[in-house]
Nanobody
């Protein structure tokens, strides 16, 4: 069972930046879709970004394009999410997820079932 632990959340002002990190208990070799999701109070969970470990293809949600980058660090077994130009509407609990796949993440990655989840890290952006 893969364990995921998120870190890096916090409180920032609008326009600020945060770097979230997801620590995996094992190296995530080729054949995984790794992703970040978020859930704001009273809203549905939504995908933020995903990465295909087979070829490092990135998938970024439209609401976050131009403001986030996602990257895997195999030396540390982490999945990092750099978020810039944060807005109050980005306030949410951010969770990382991983699932094995034979077809990559795919354009429908945000609607897929992910097998492994972390507990999340809170991001709060003030106006």
């Amino acid at each position: 069972q893969v364990q995921l632990v998120e870190s890096g959340g916090g409180s920032v002002e609008s326009g600020g930046s945060l770097r979230l990190s997801c620590q995996f208990s094992t190296r995530m070799y080729s054949g995984y879709c790794l992703a970040w999701f978020r859930r704001a109070p009273g809203k549905e969970r939504e995908g933020v970004a995903a990465l295909d470990t087979a070829d490092n293809t990135n998938y970024i949600a439209d609401s976050m394009k131009g403001r986030v980058t996602i990257a895997q660090d195999n030396t540390k077994n982490t999945l990092d999410l750099q978020m810039n130009s944060l807005k109050p509407e980005d306030t949410a609990m951010y969770s990382c997820a991983a699932t094995m796949t034979t077809r990559g993440c795919g354009d429908d990655w945000s609607g897929r079932l992910f097998a492994h989840w972390g507990h999340g890290t809170q991001v709060t952006v003030s106006a």
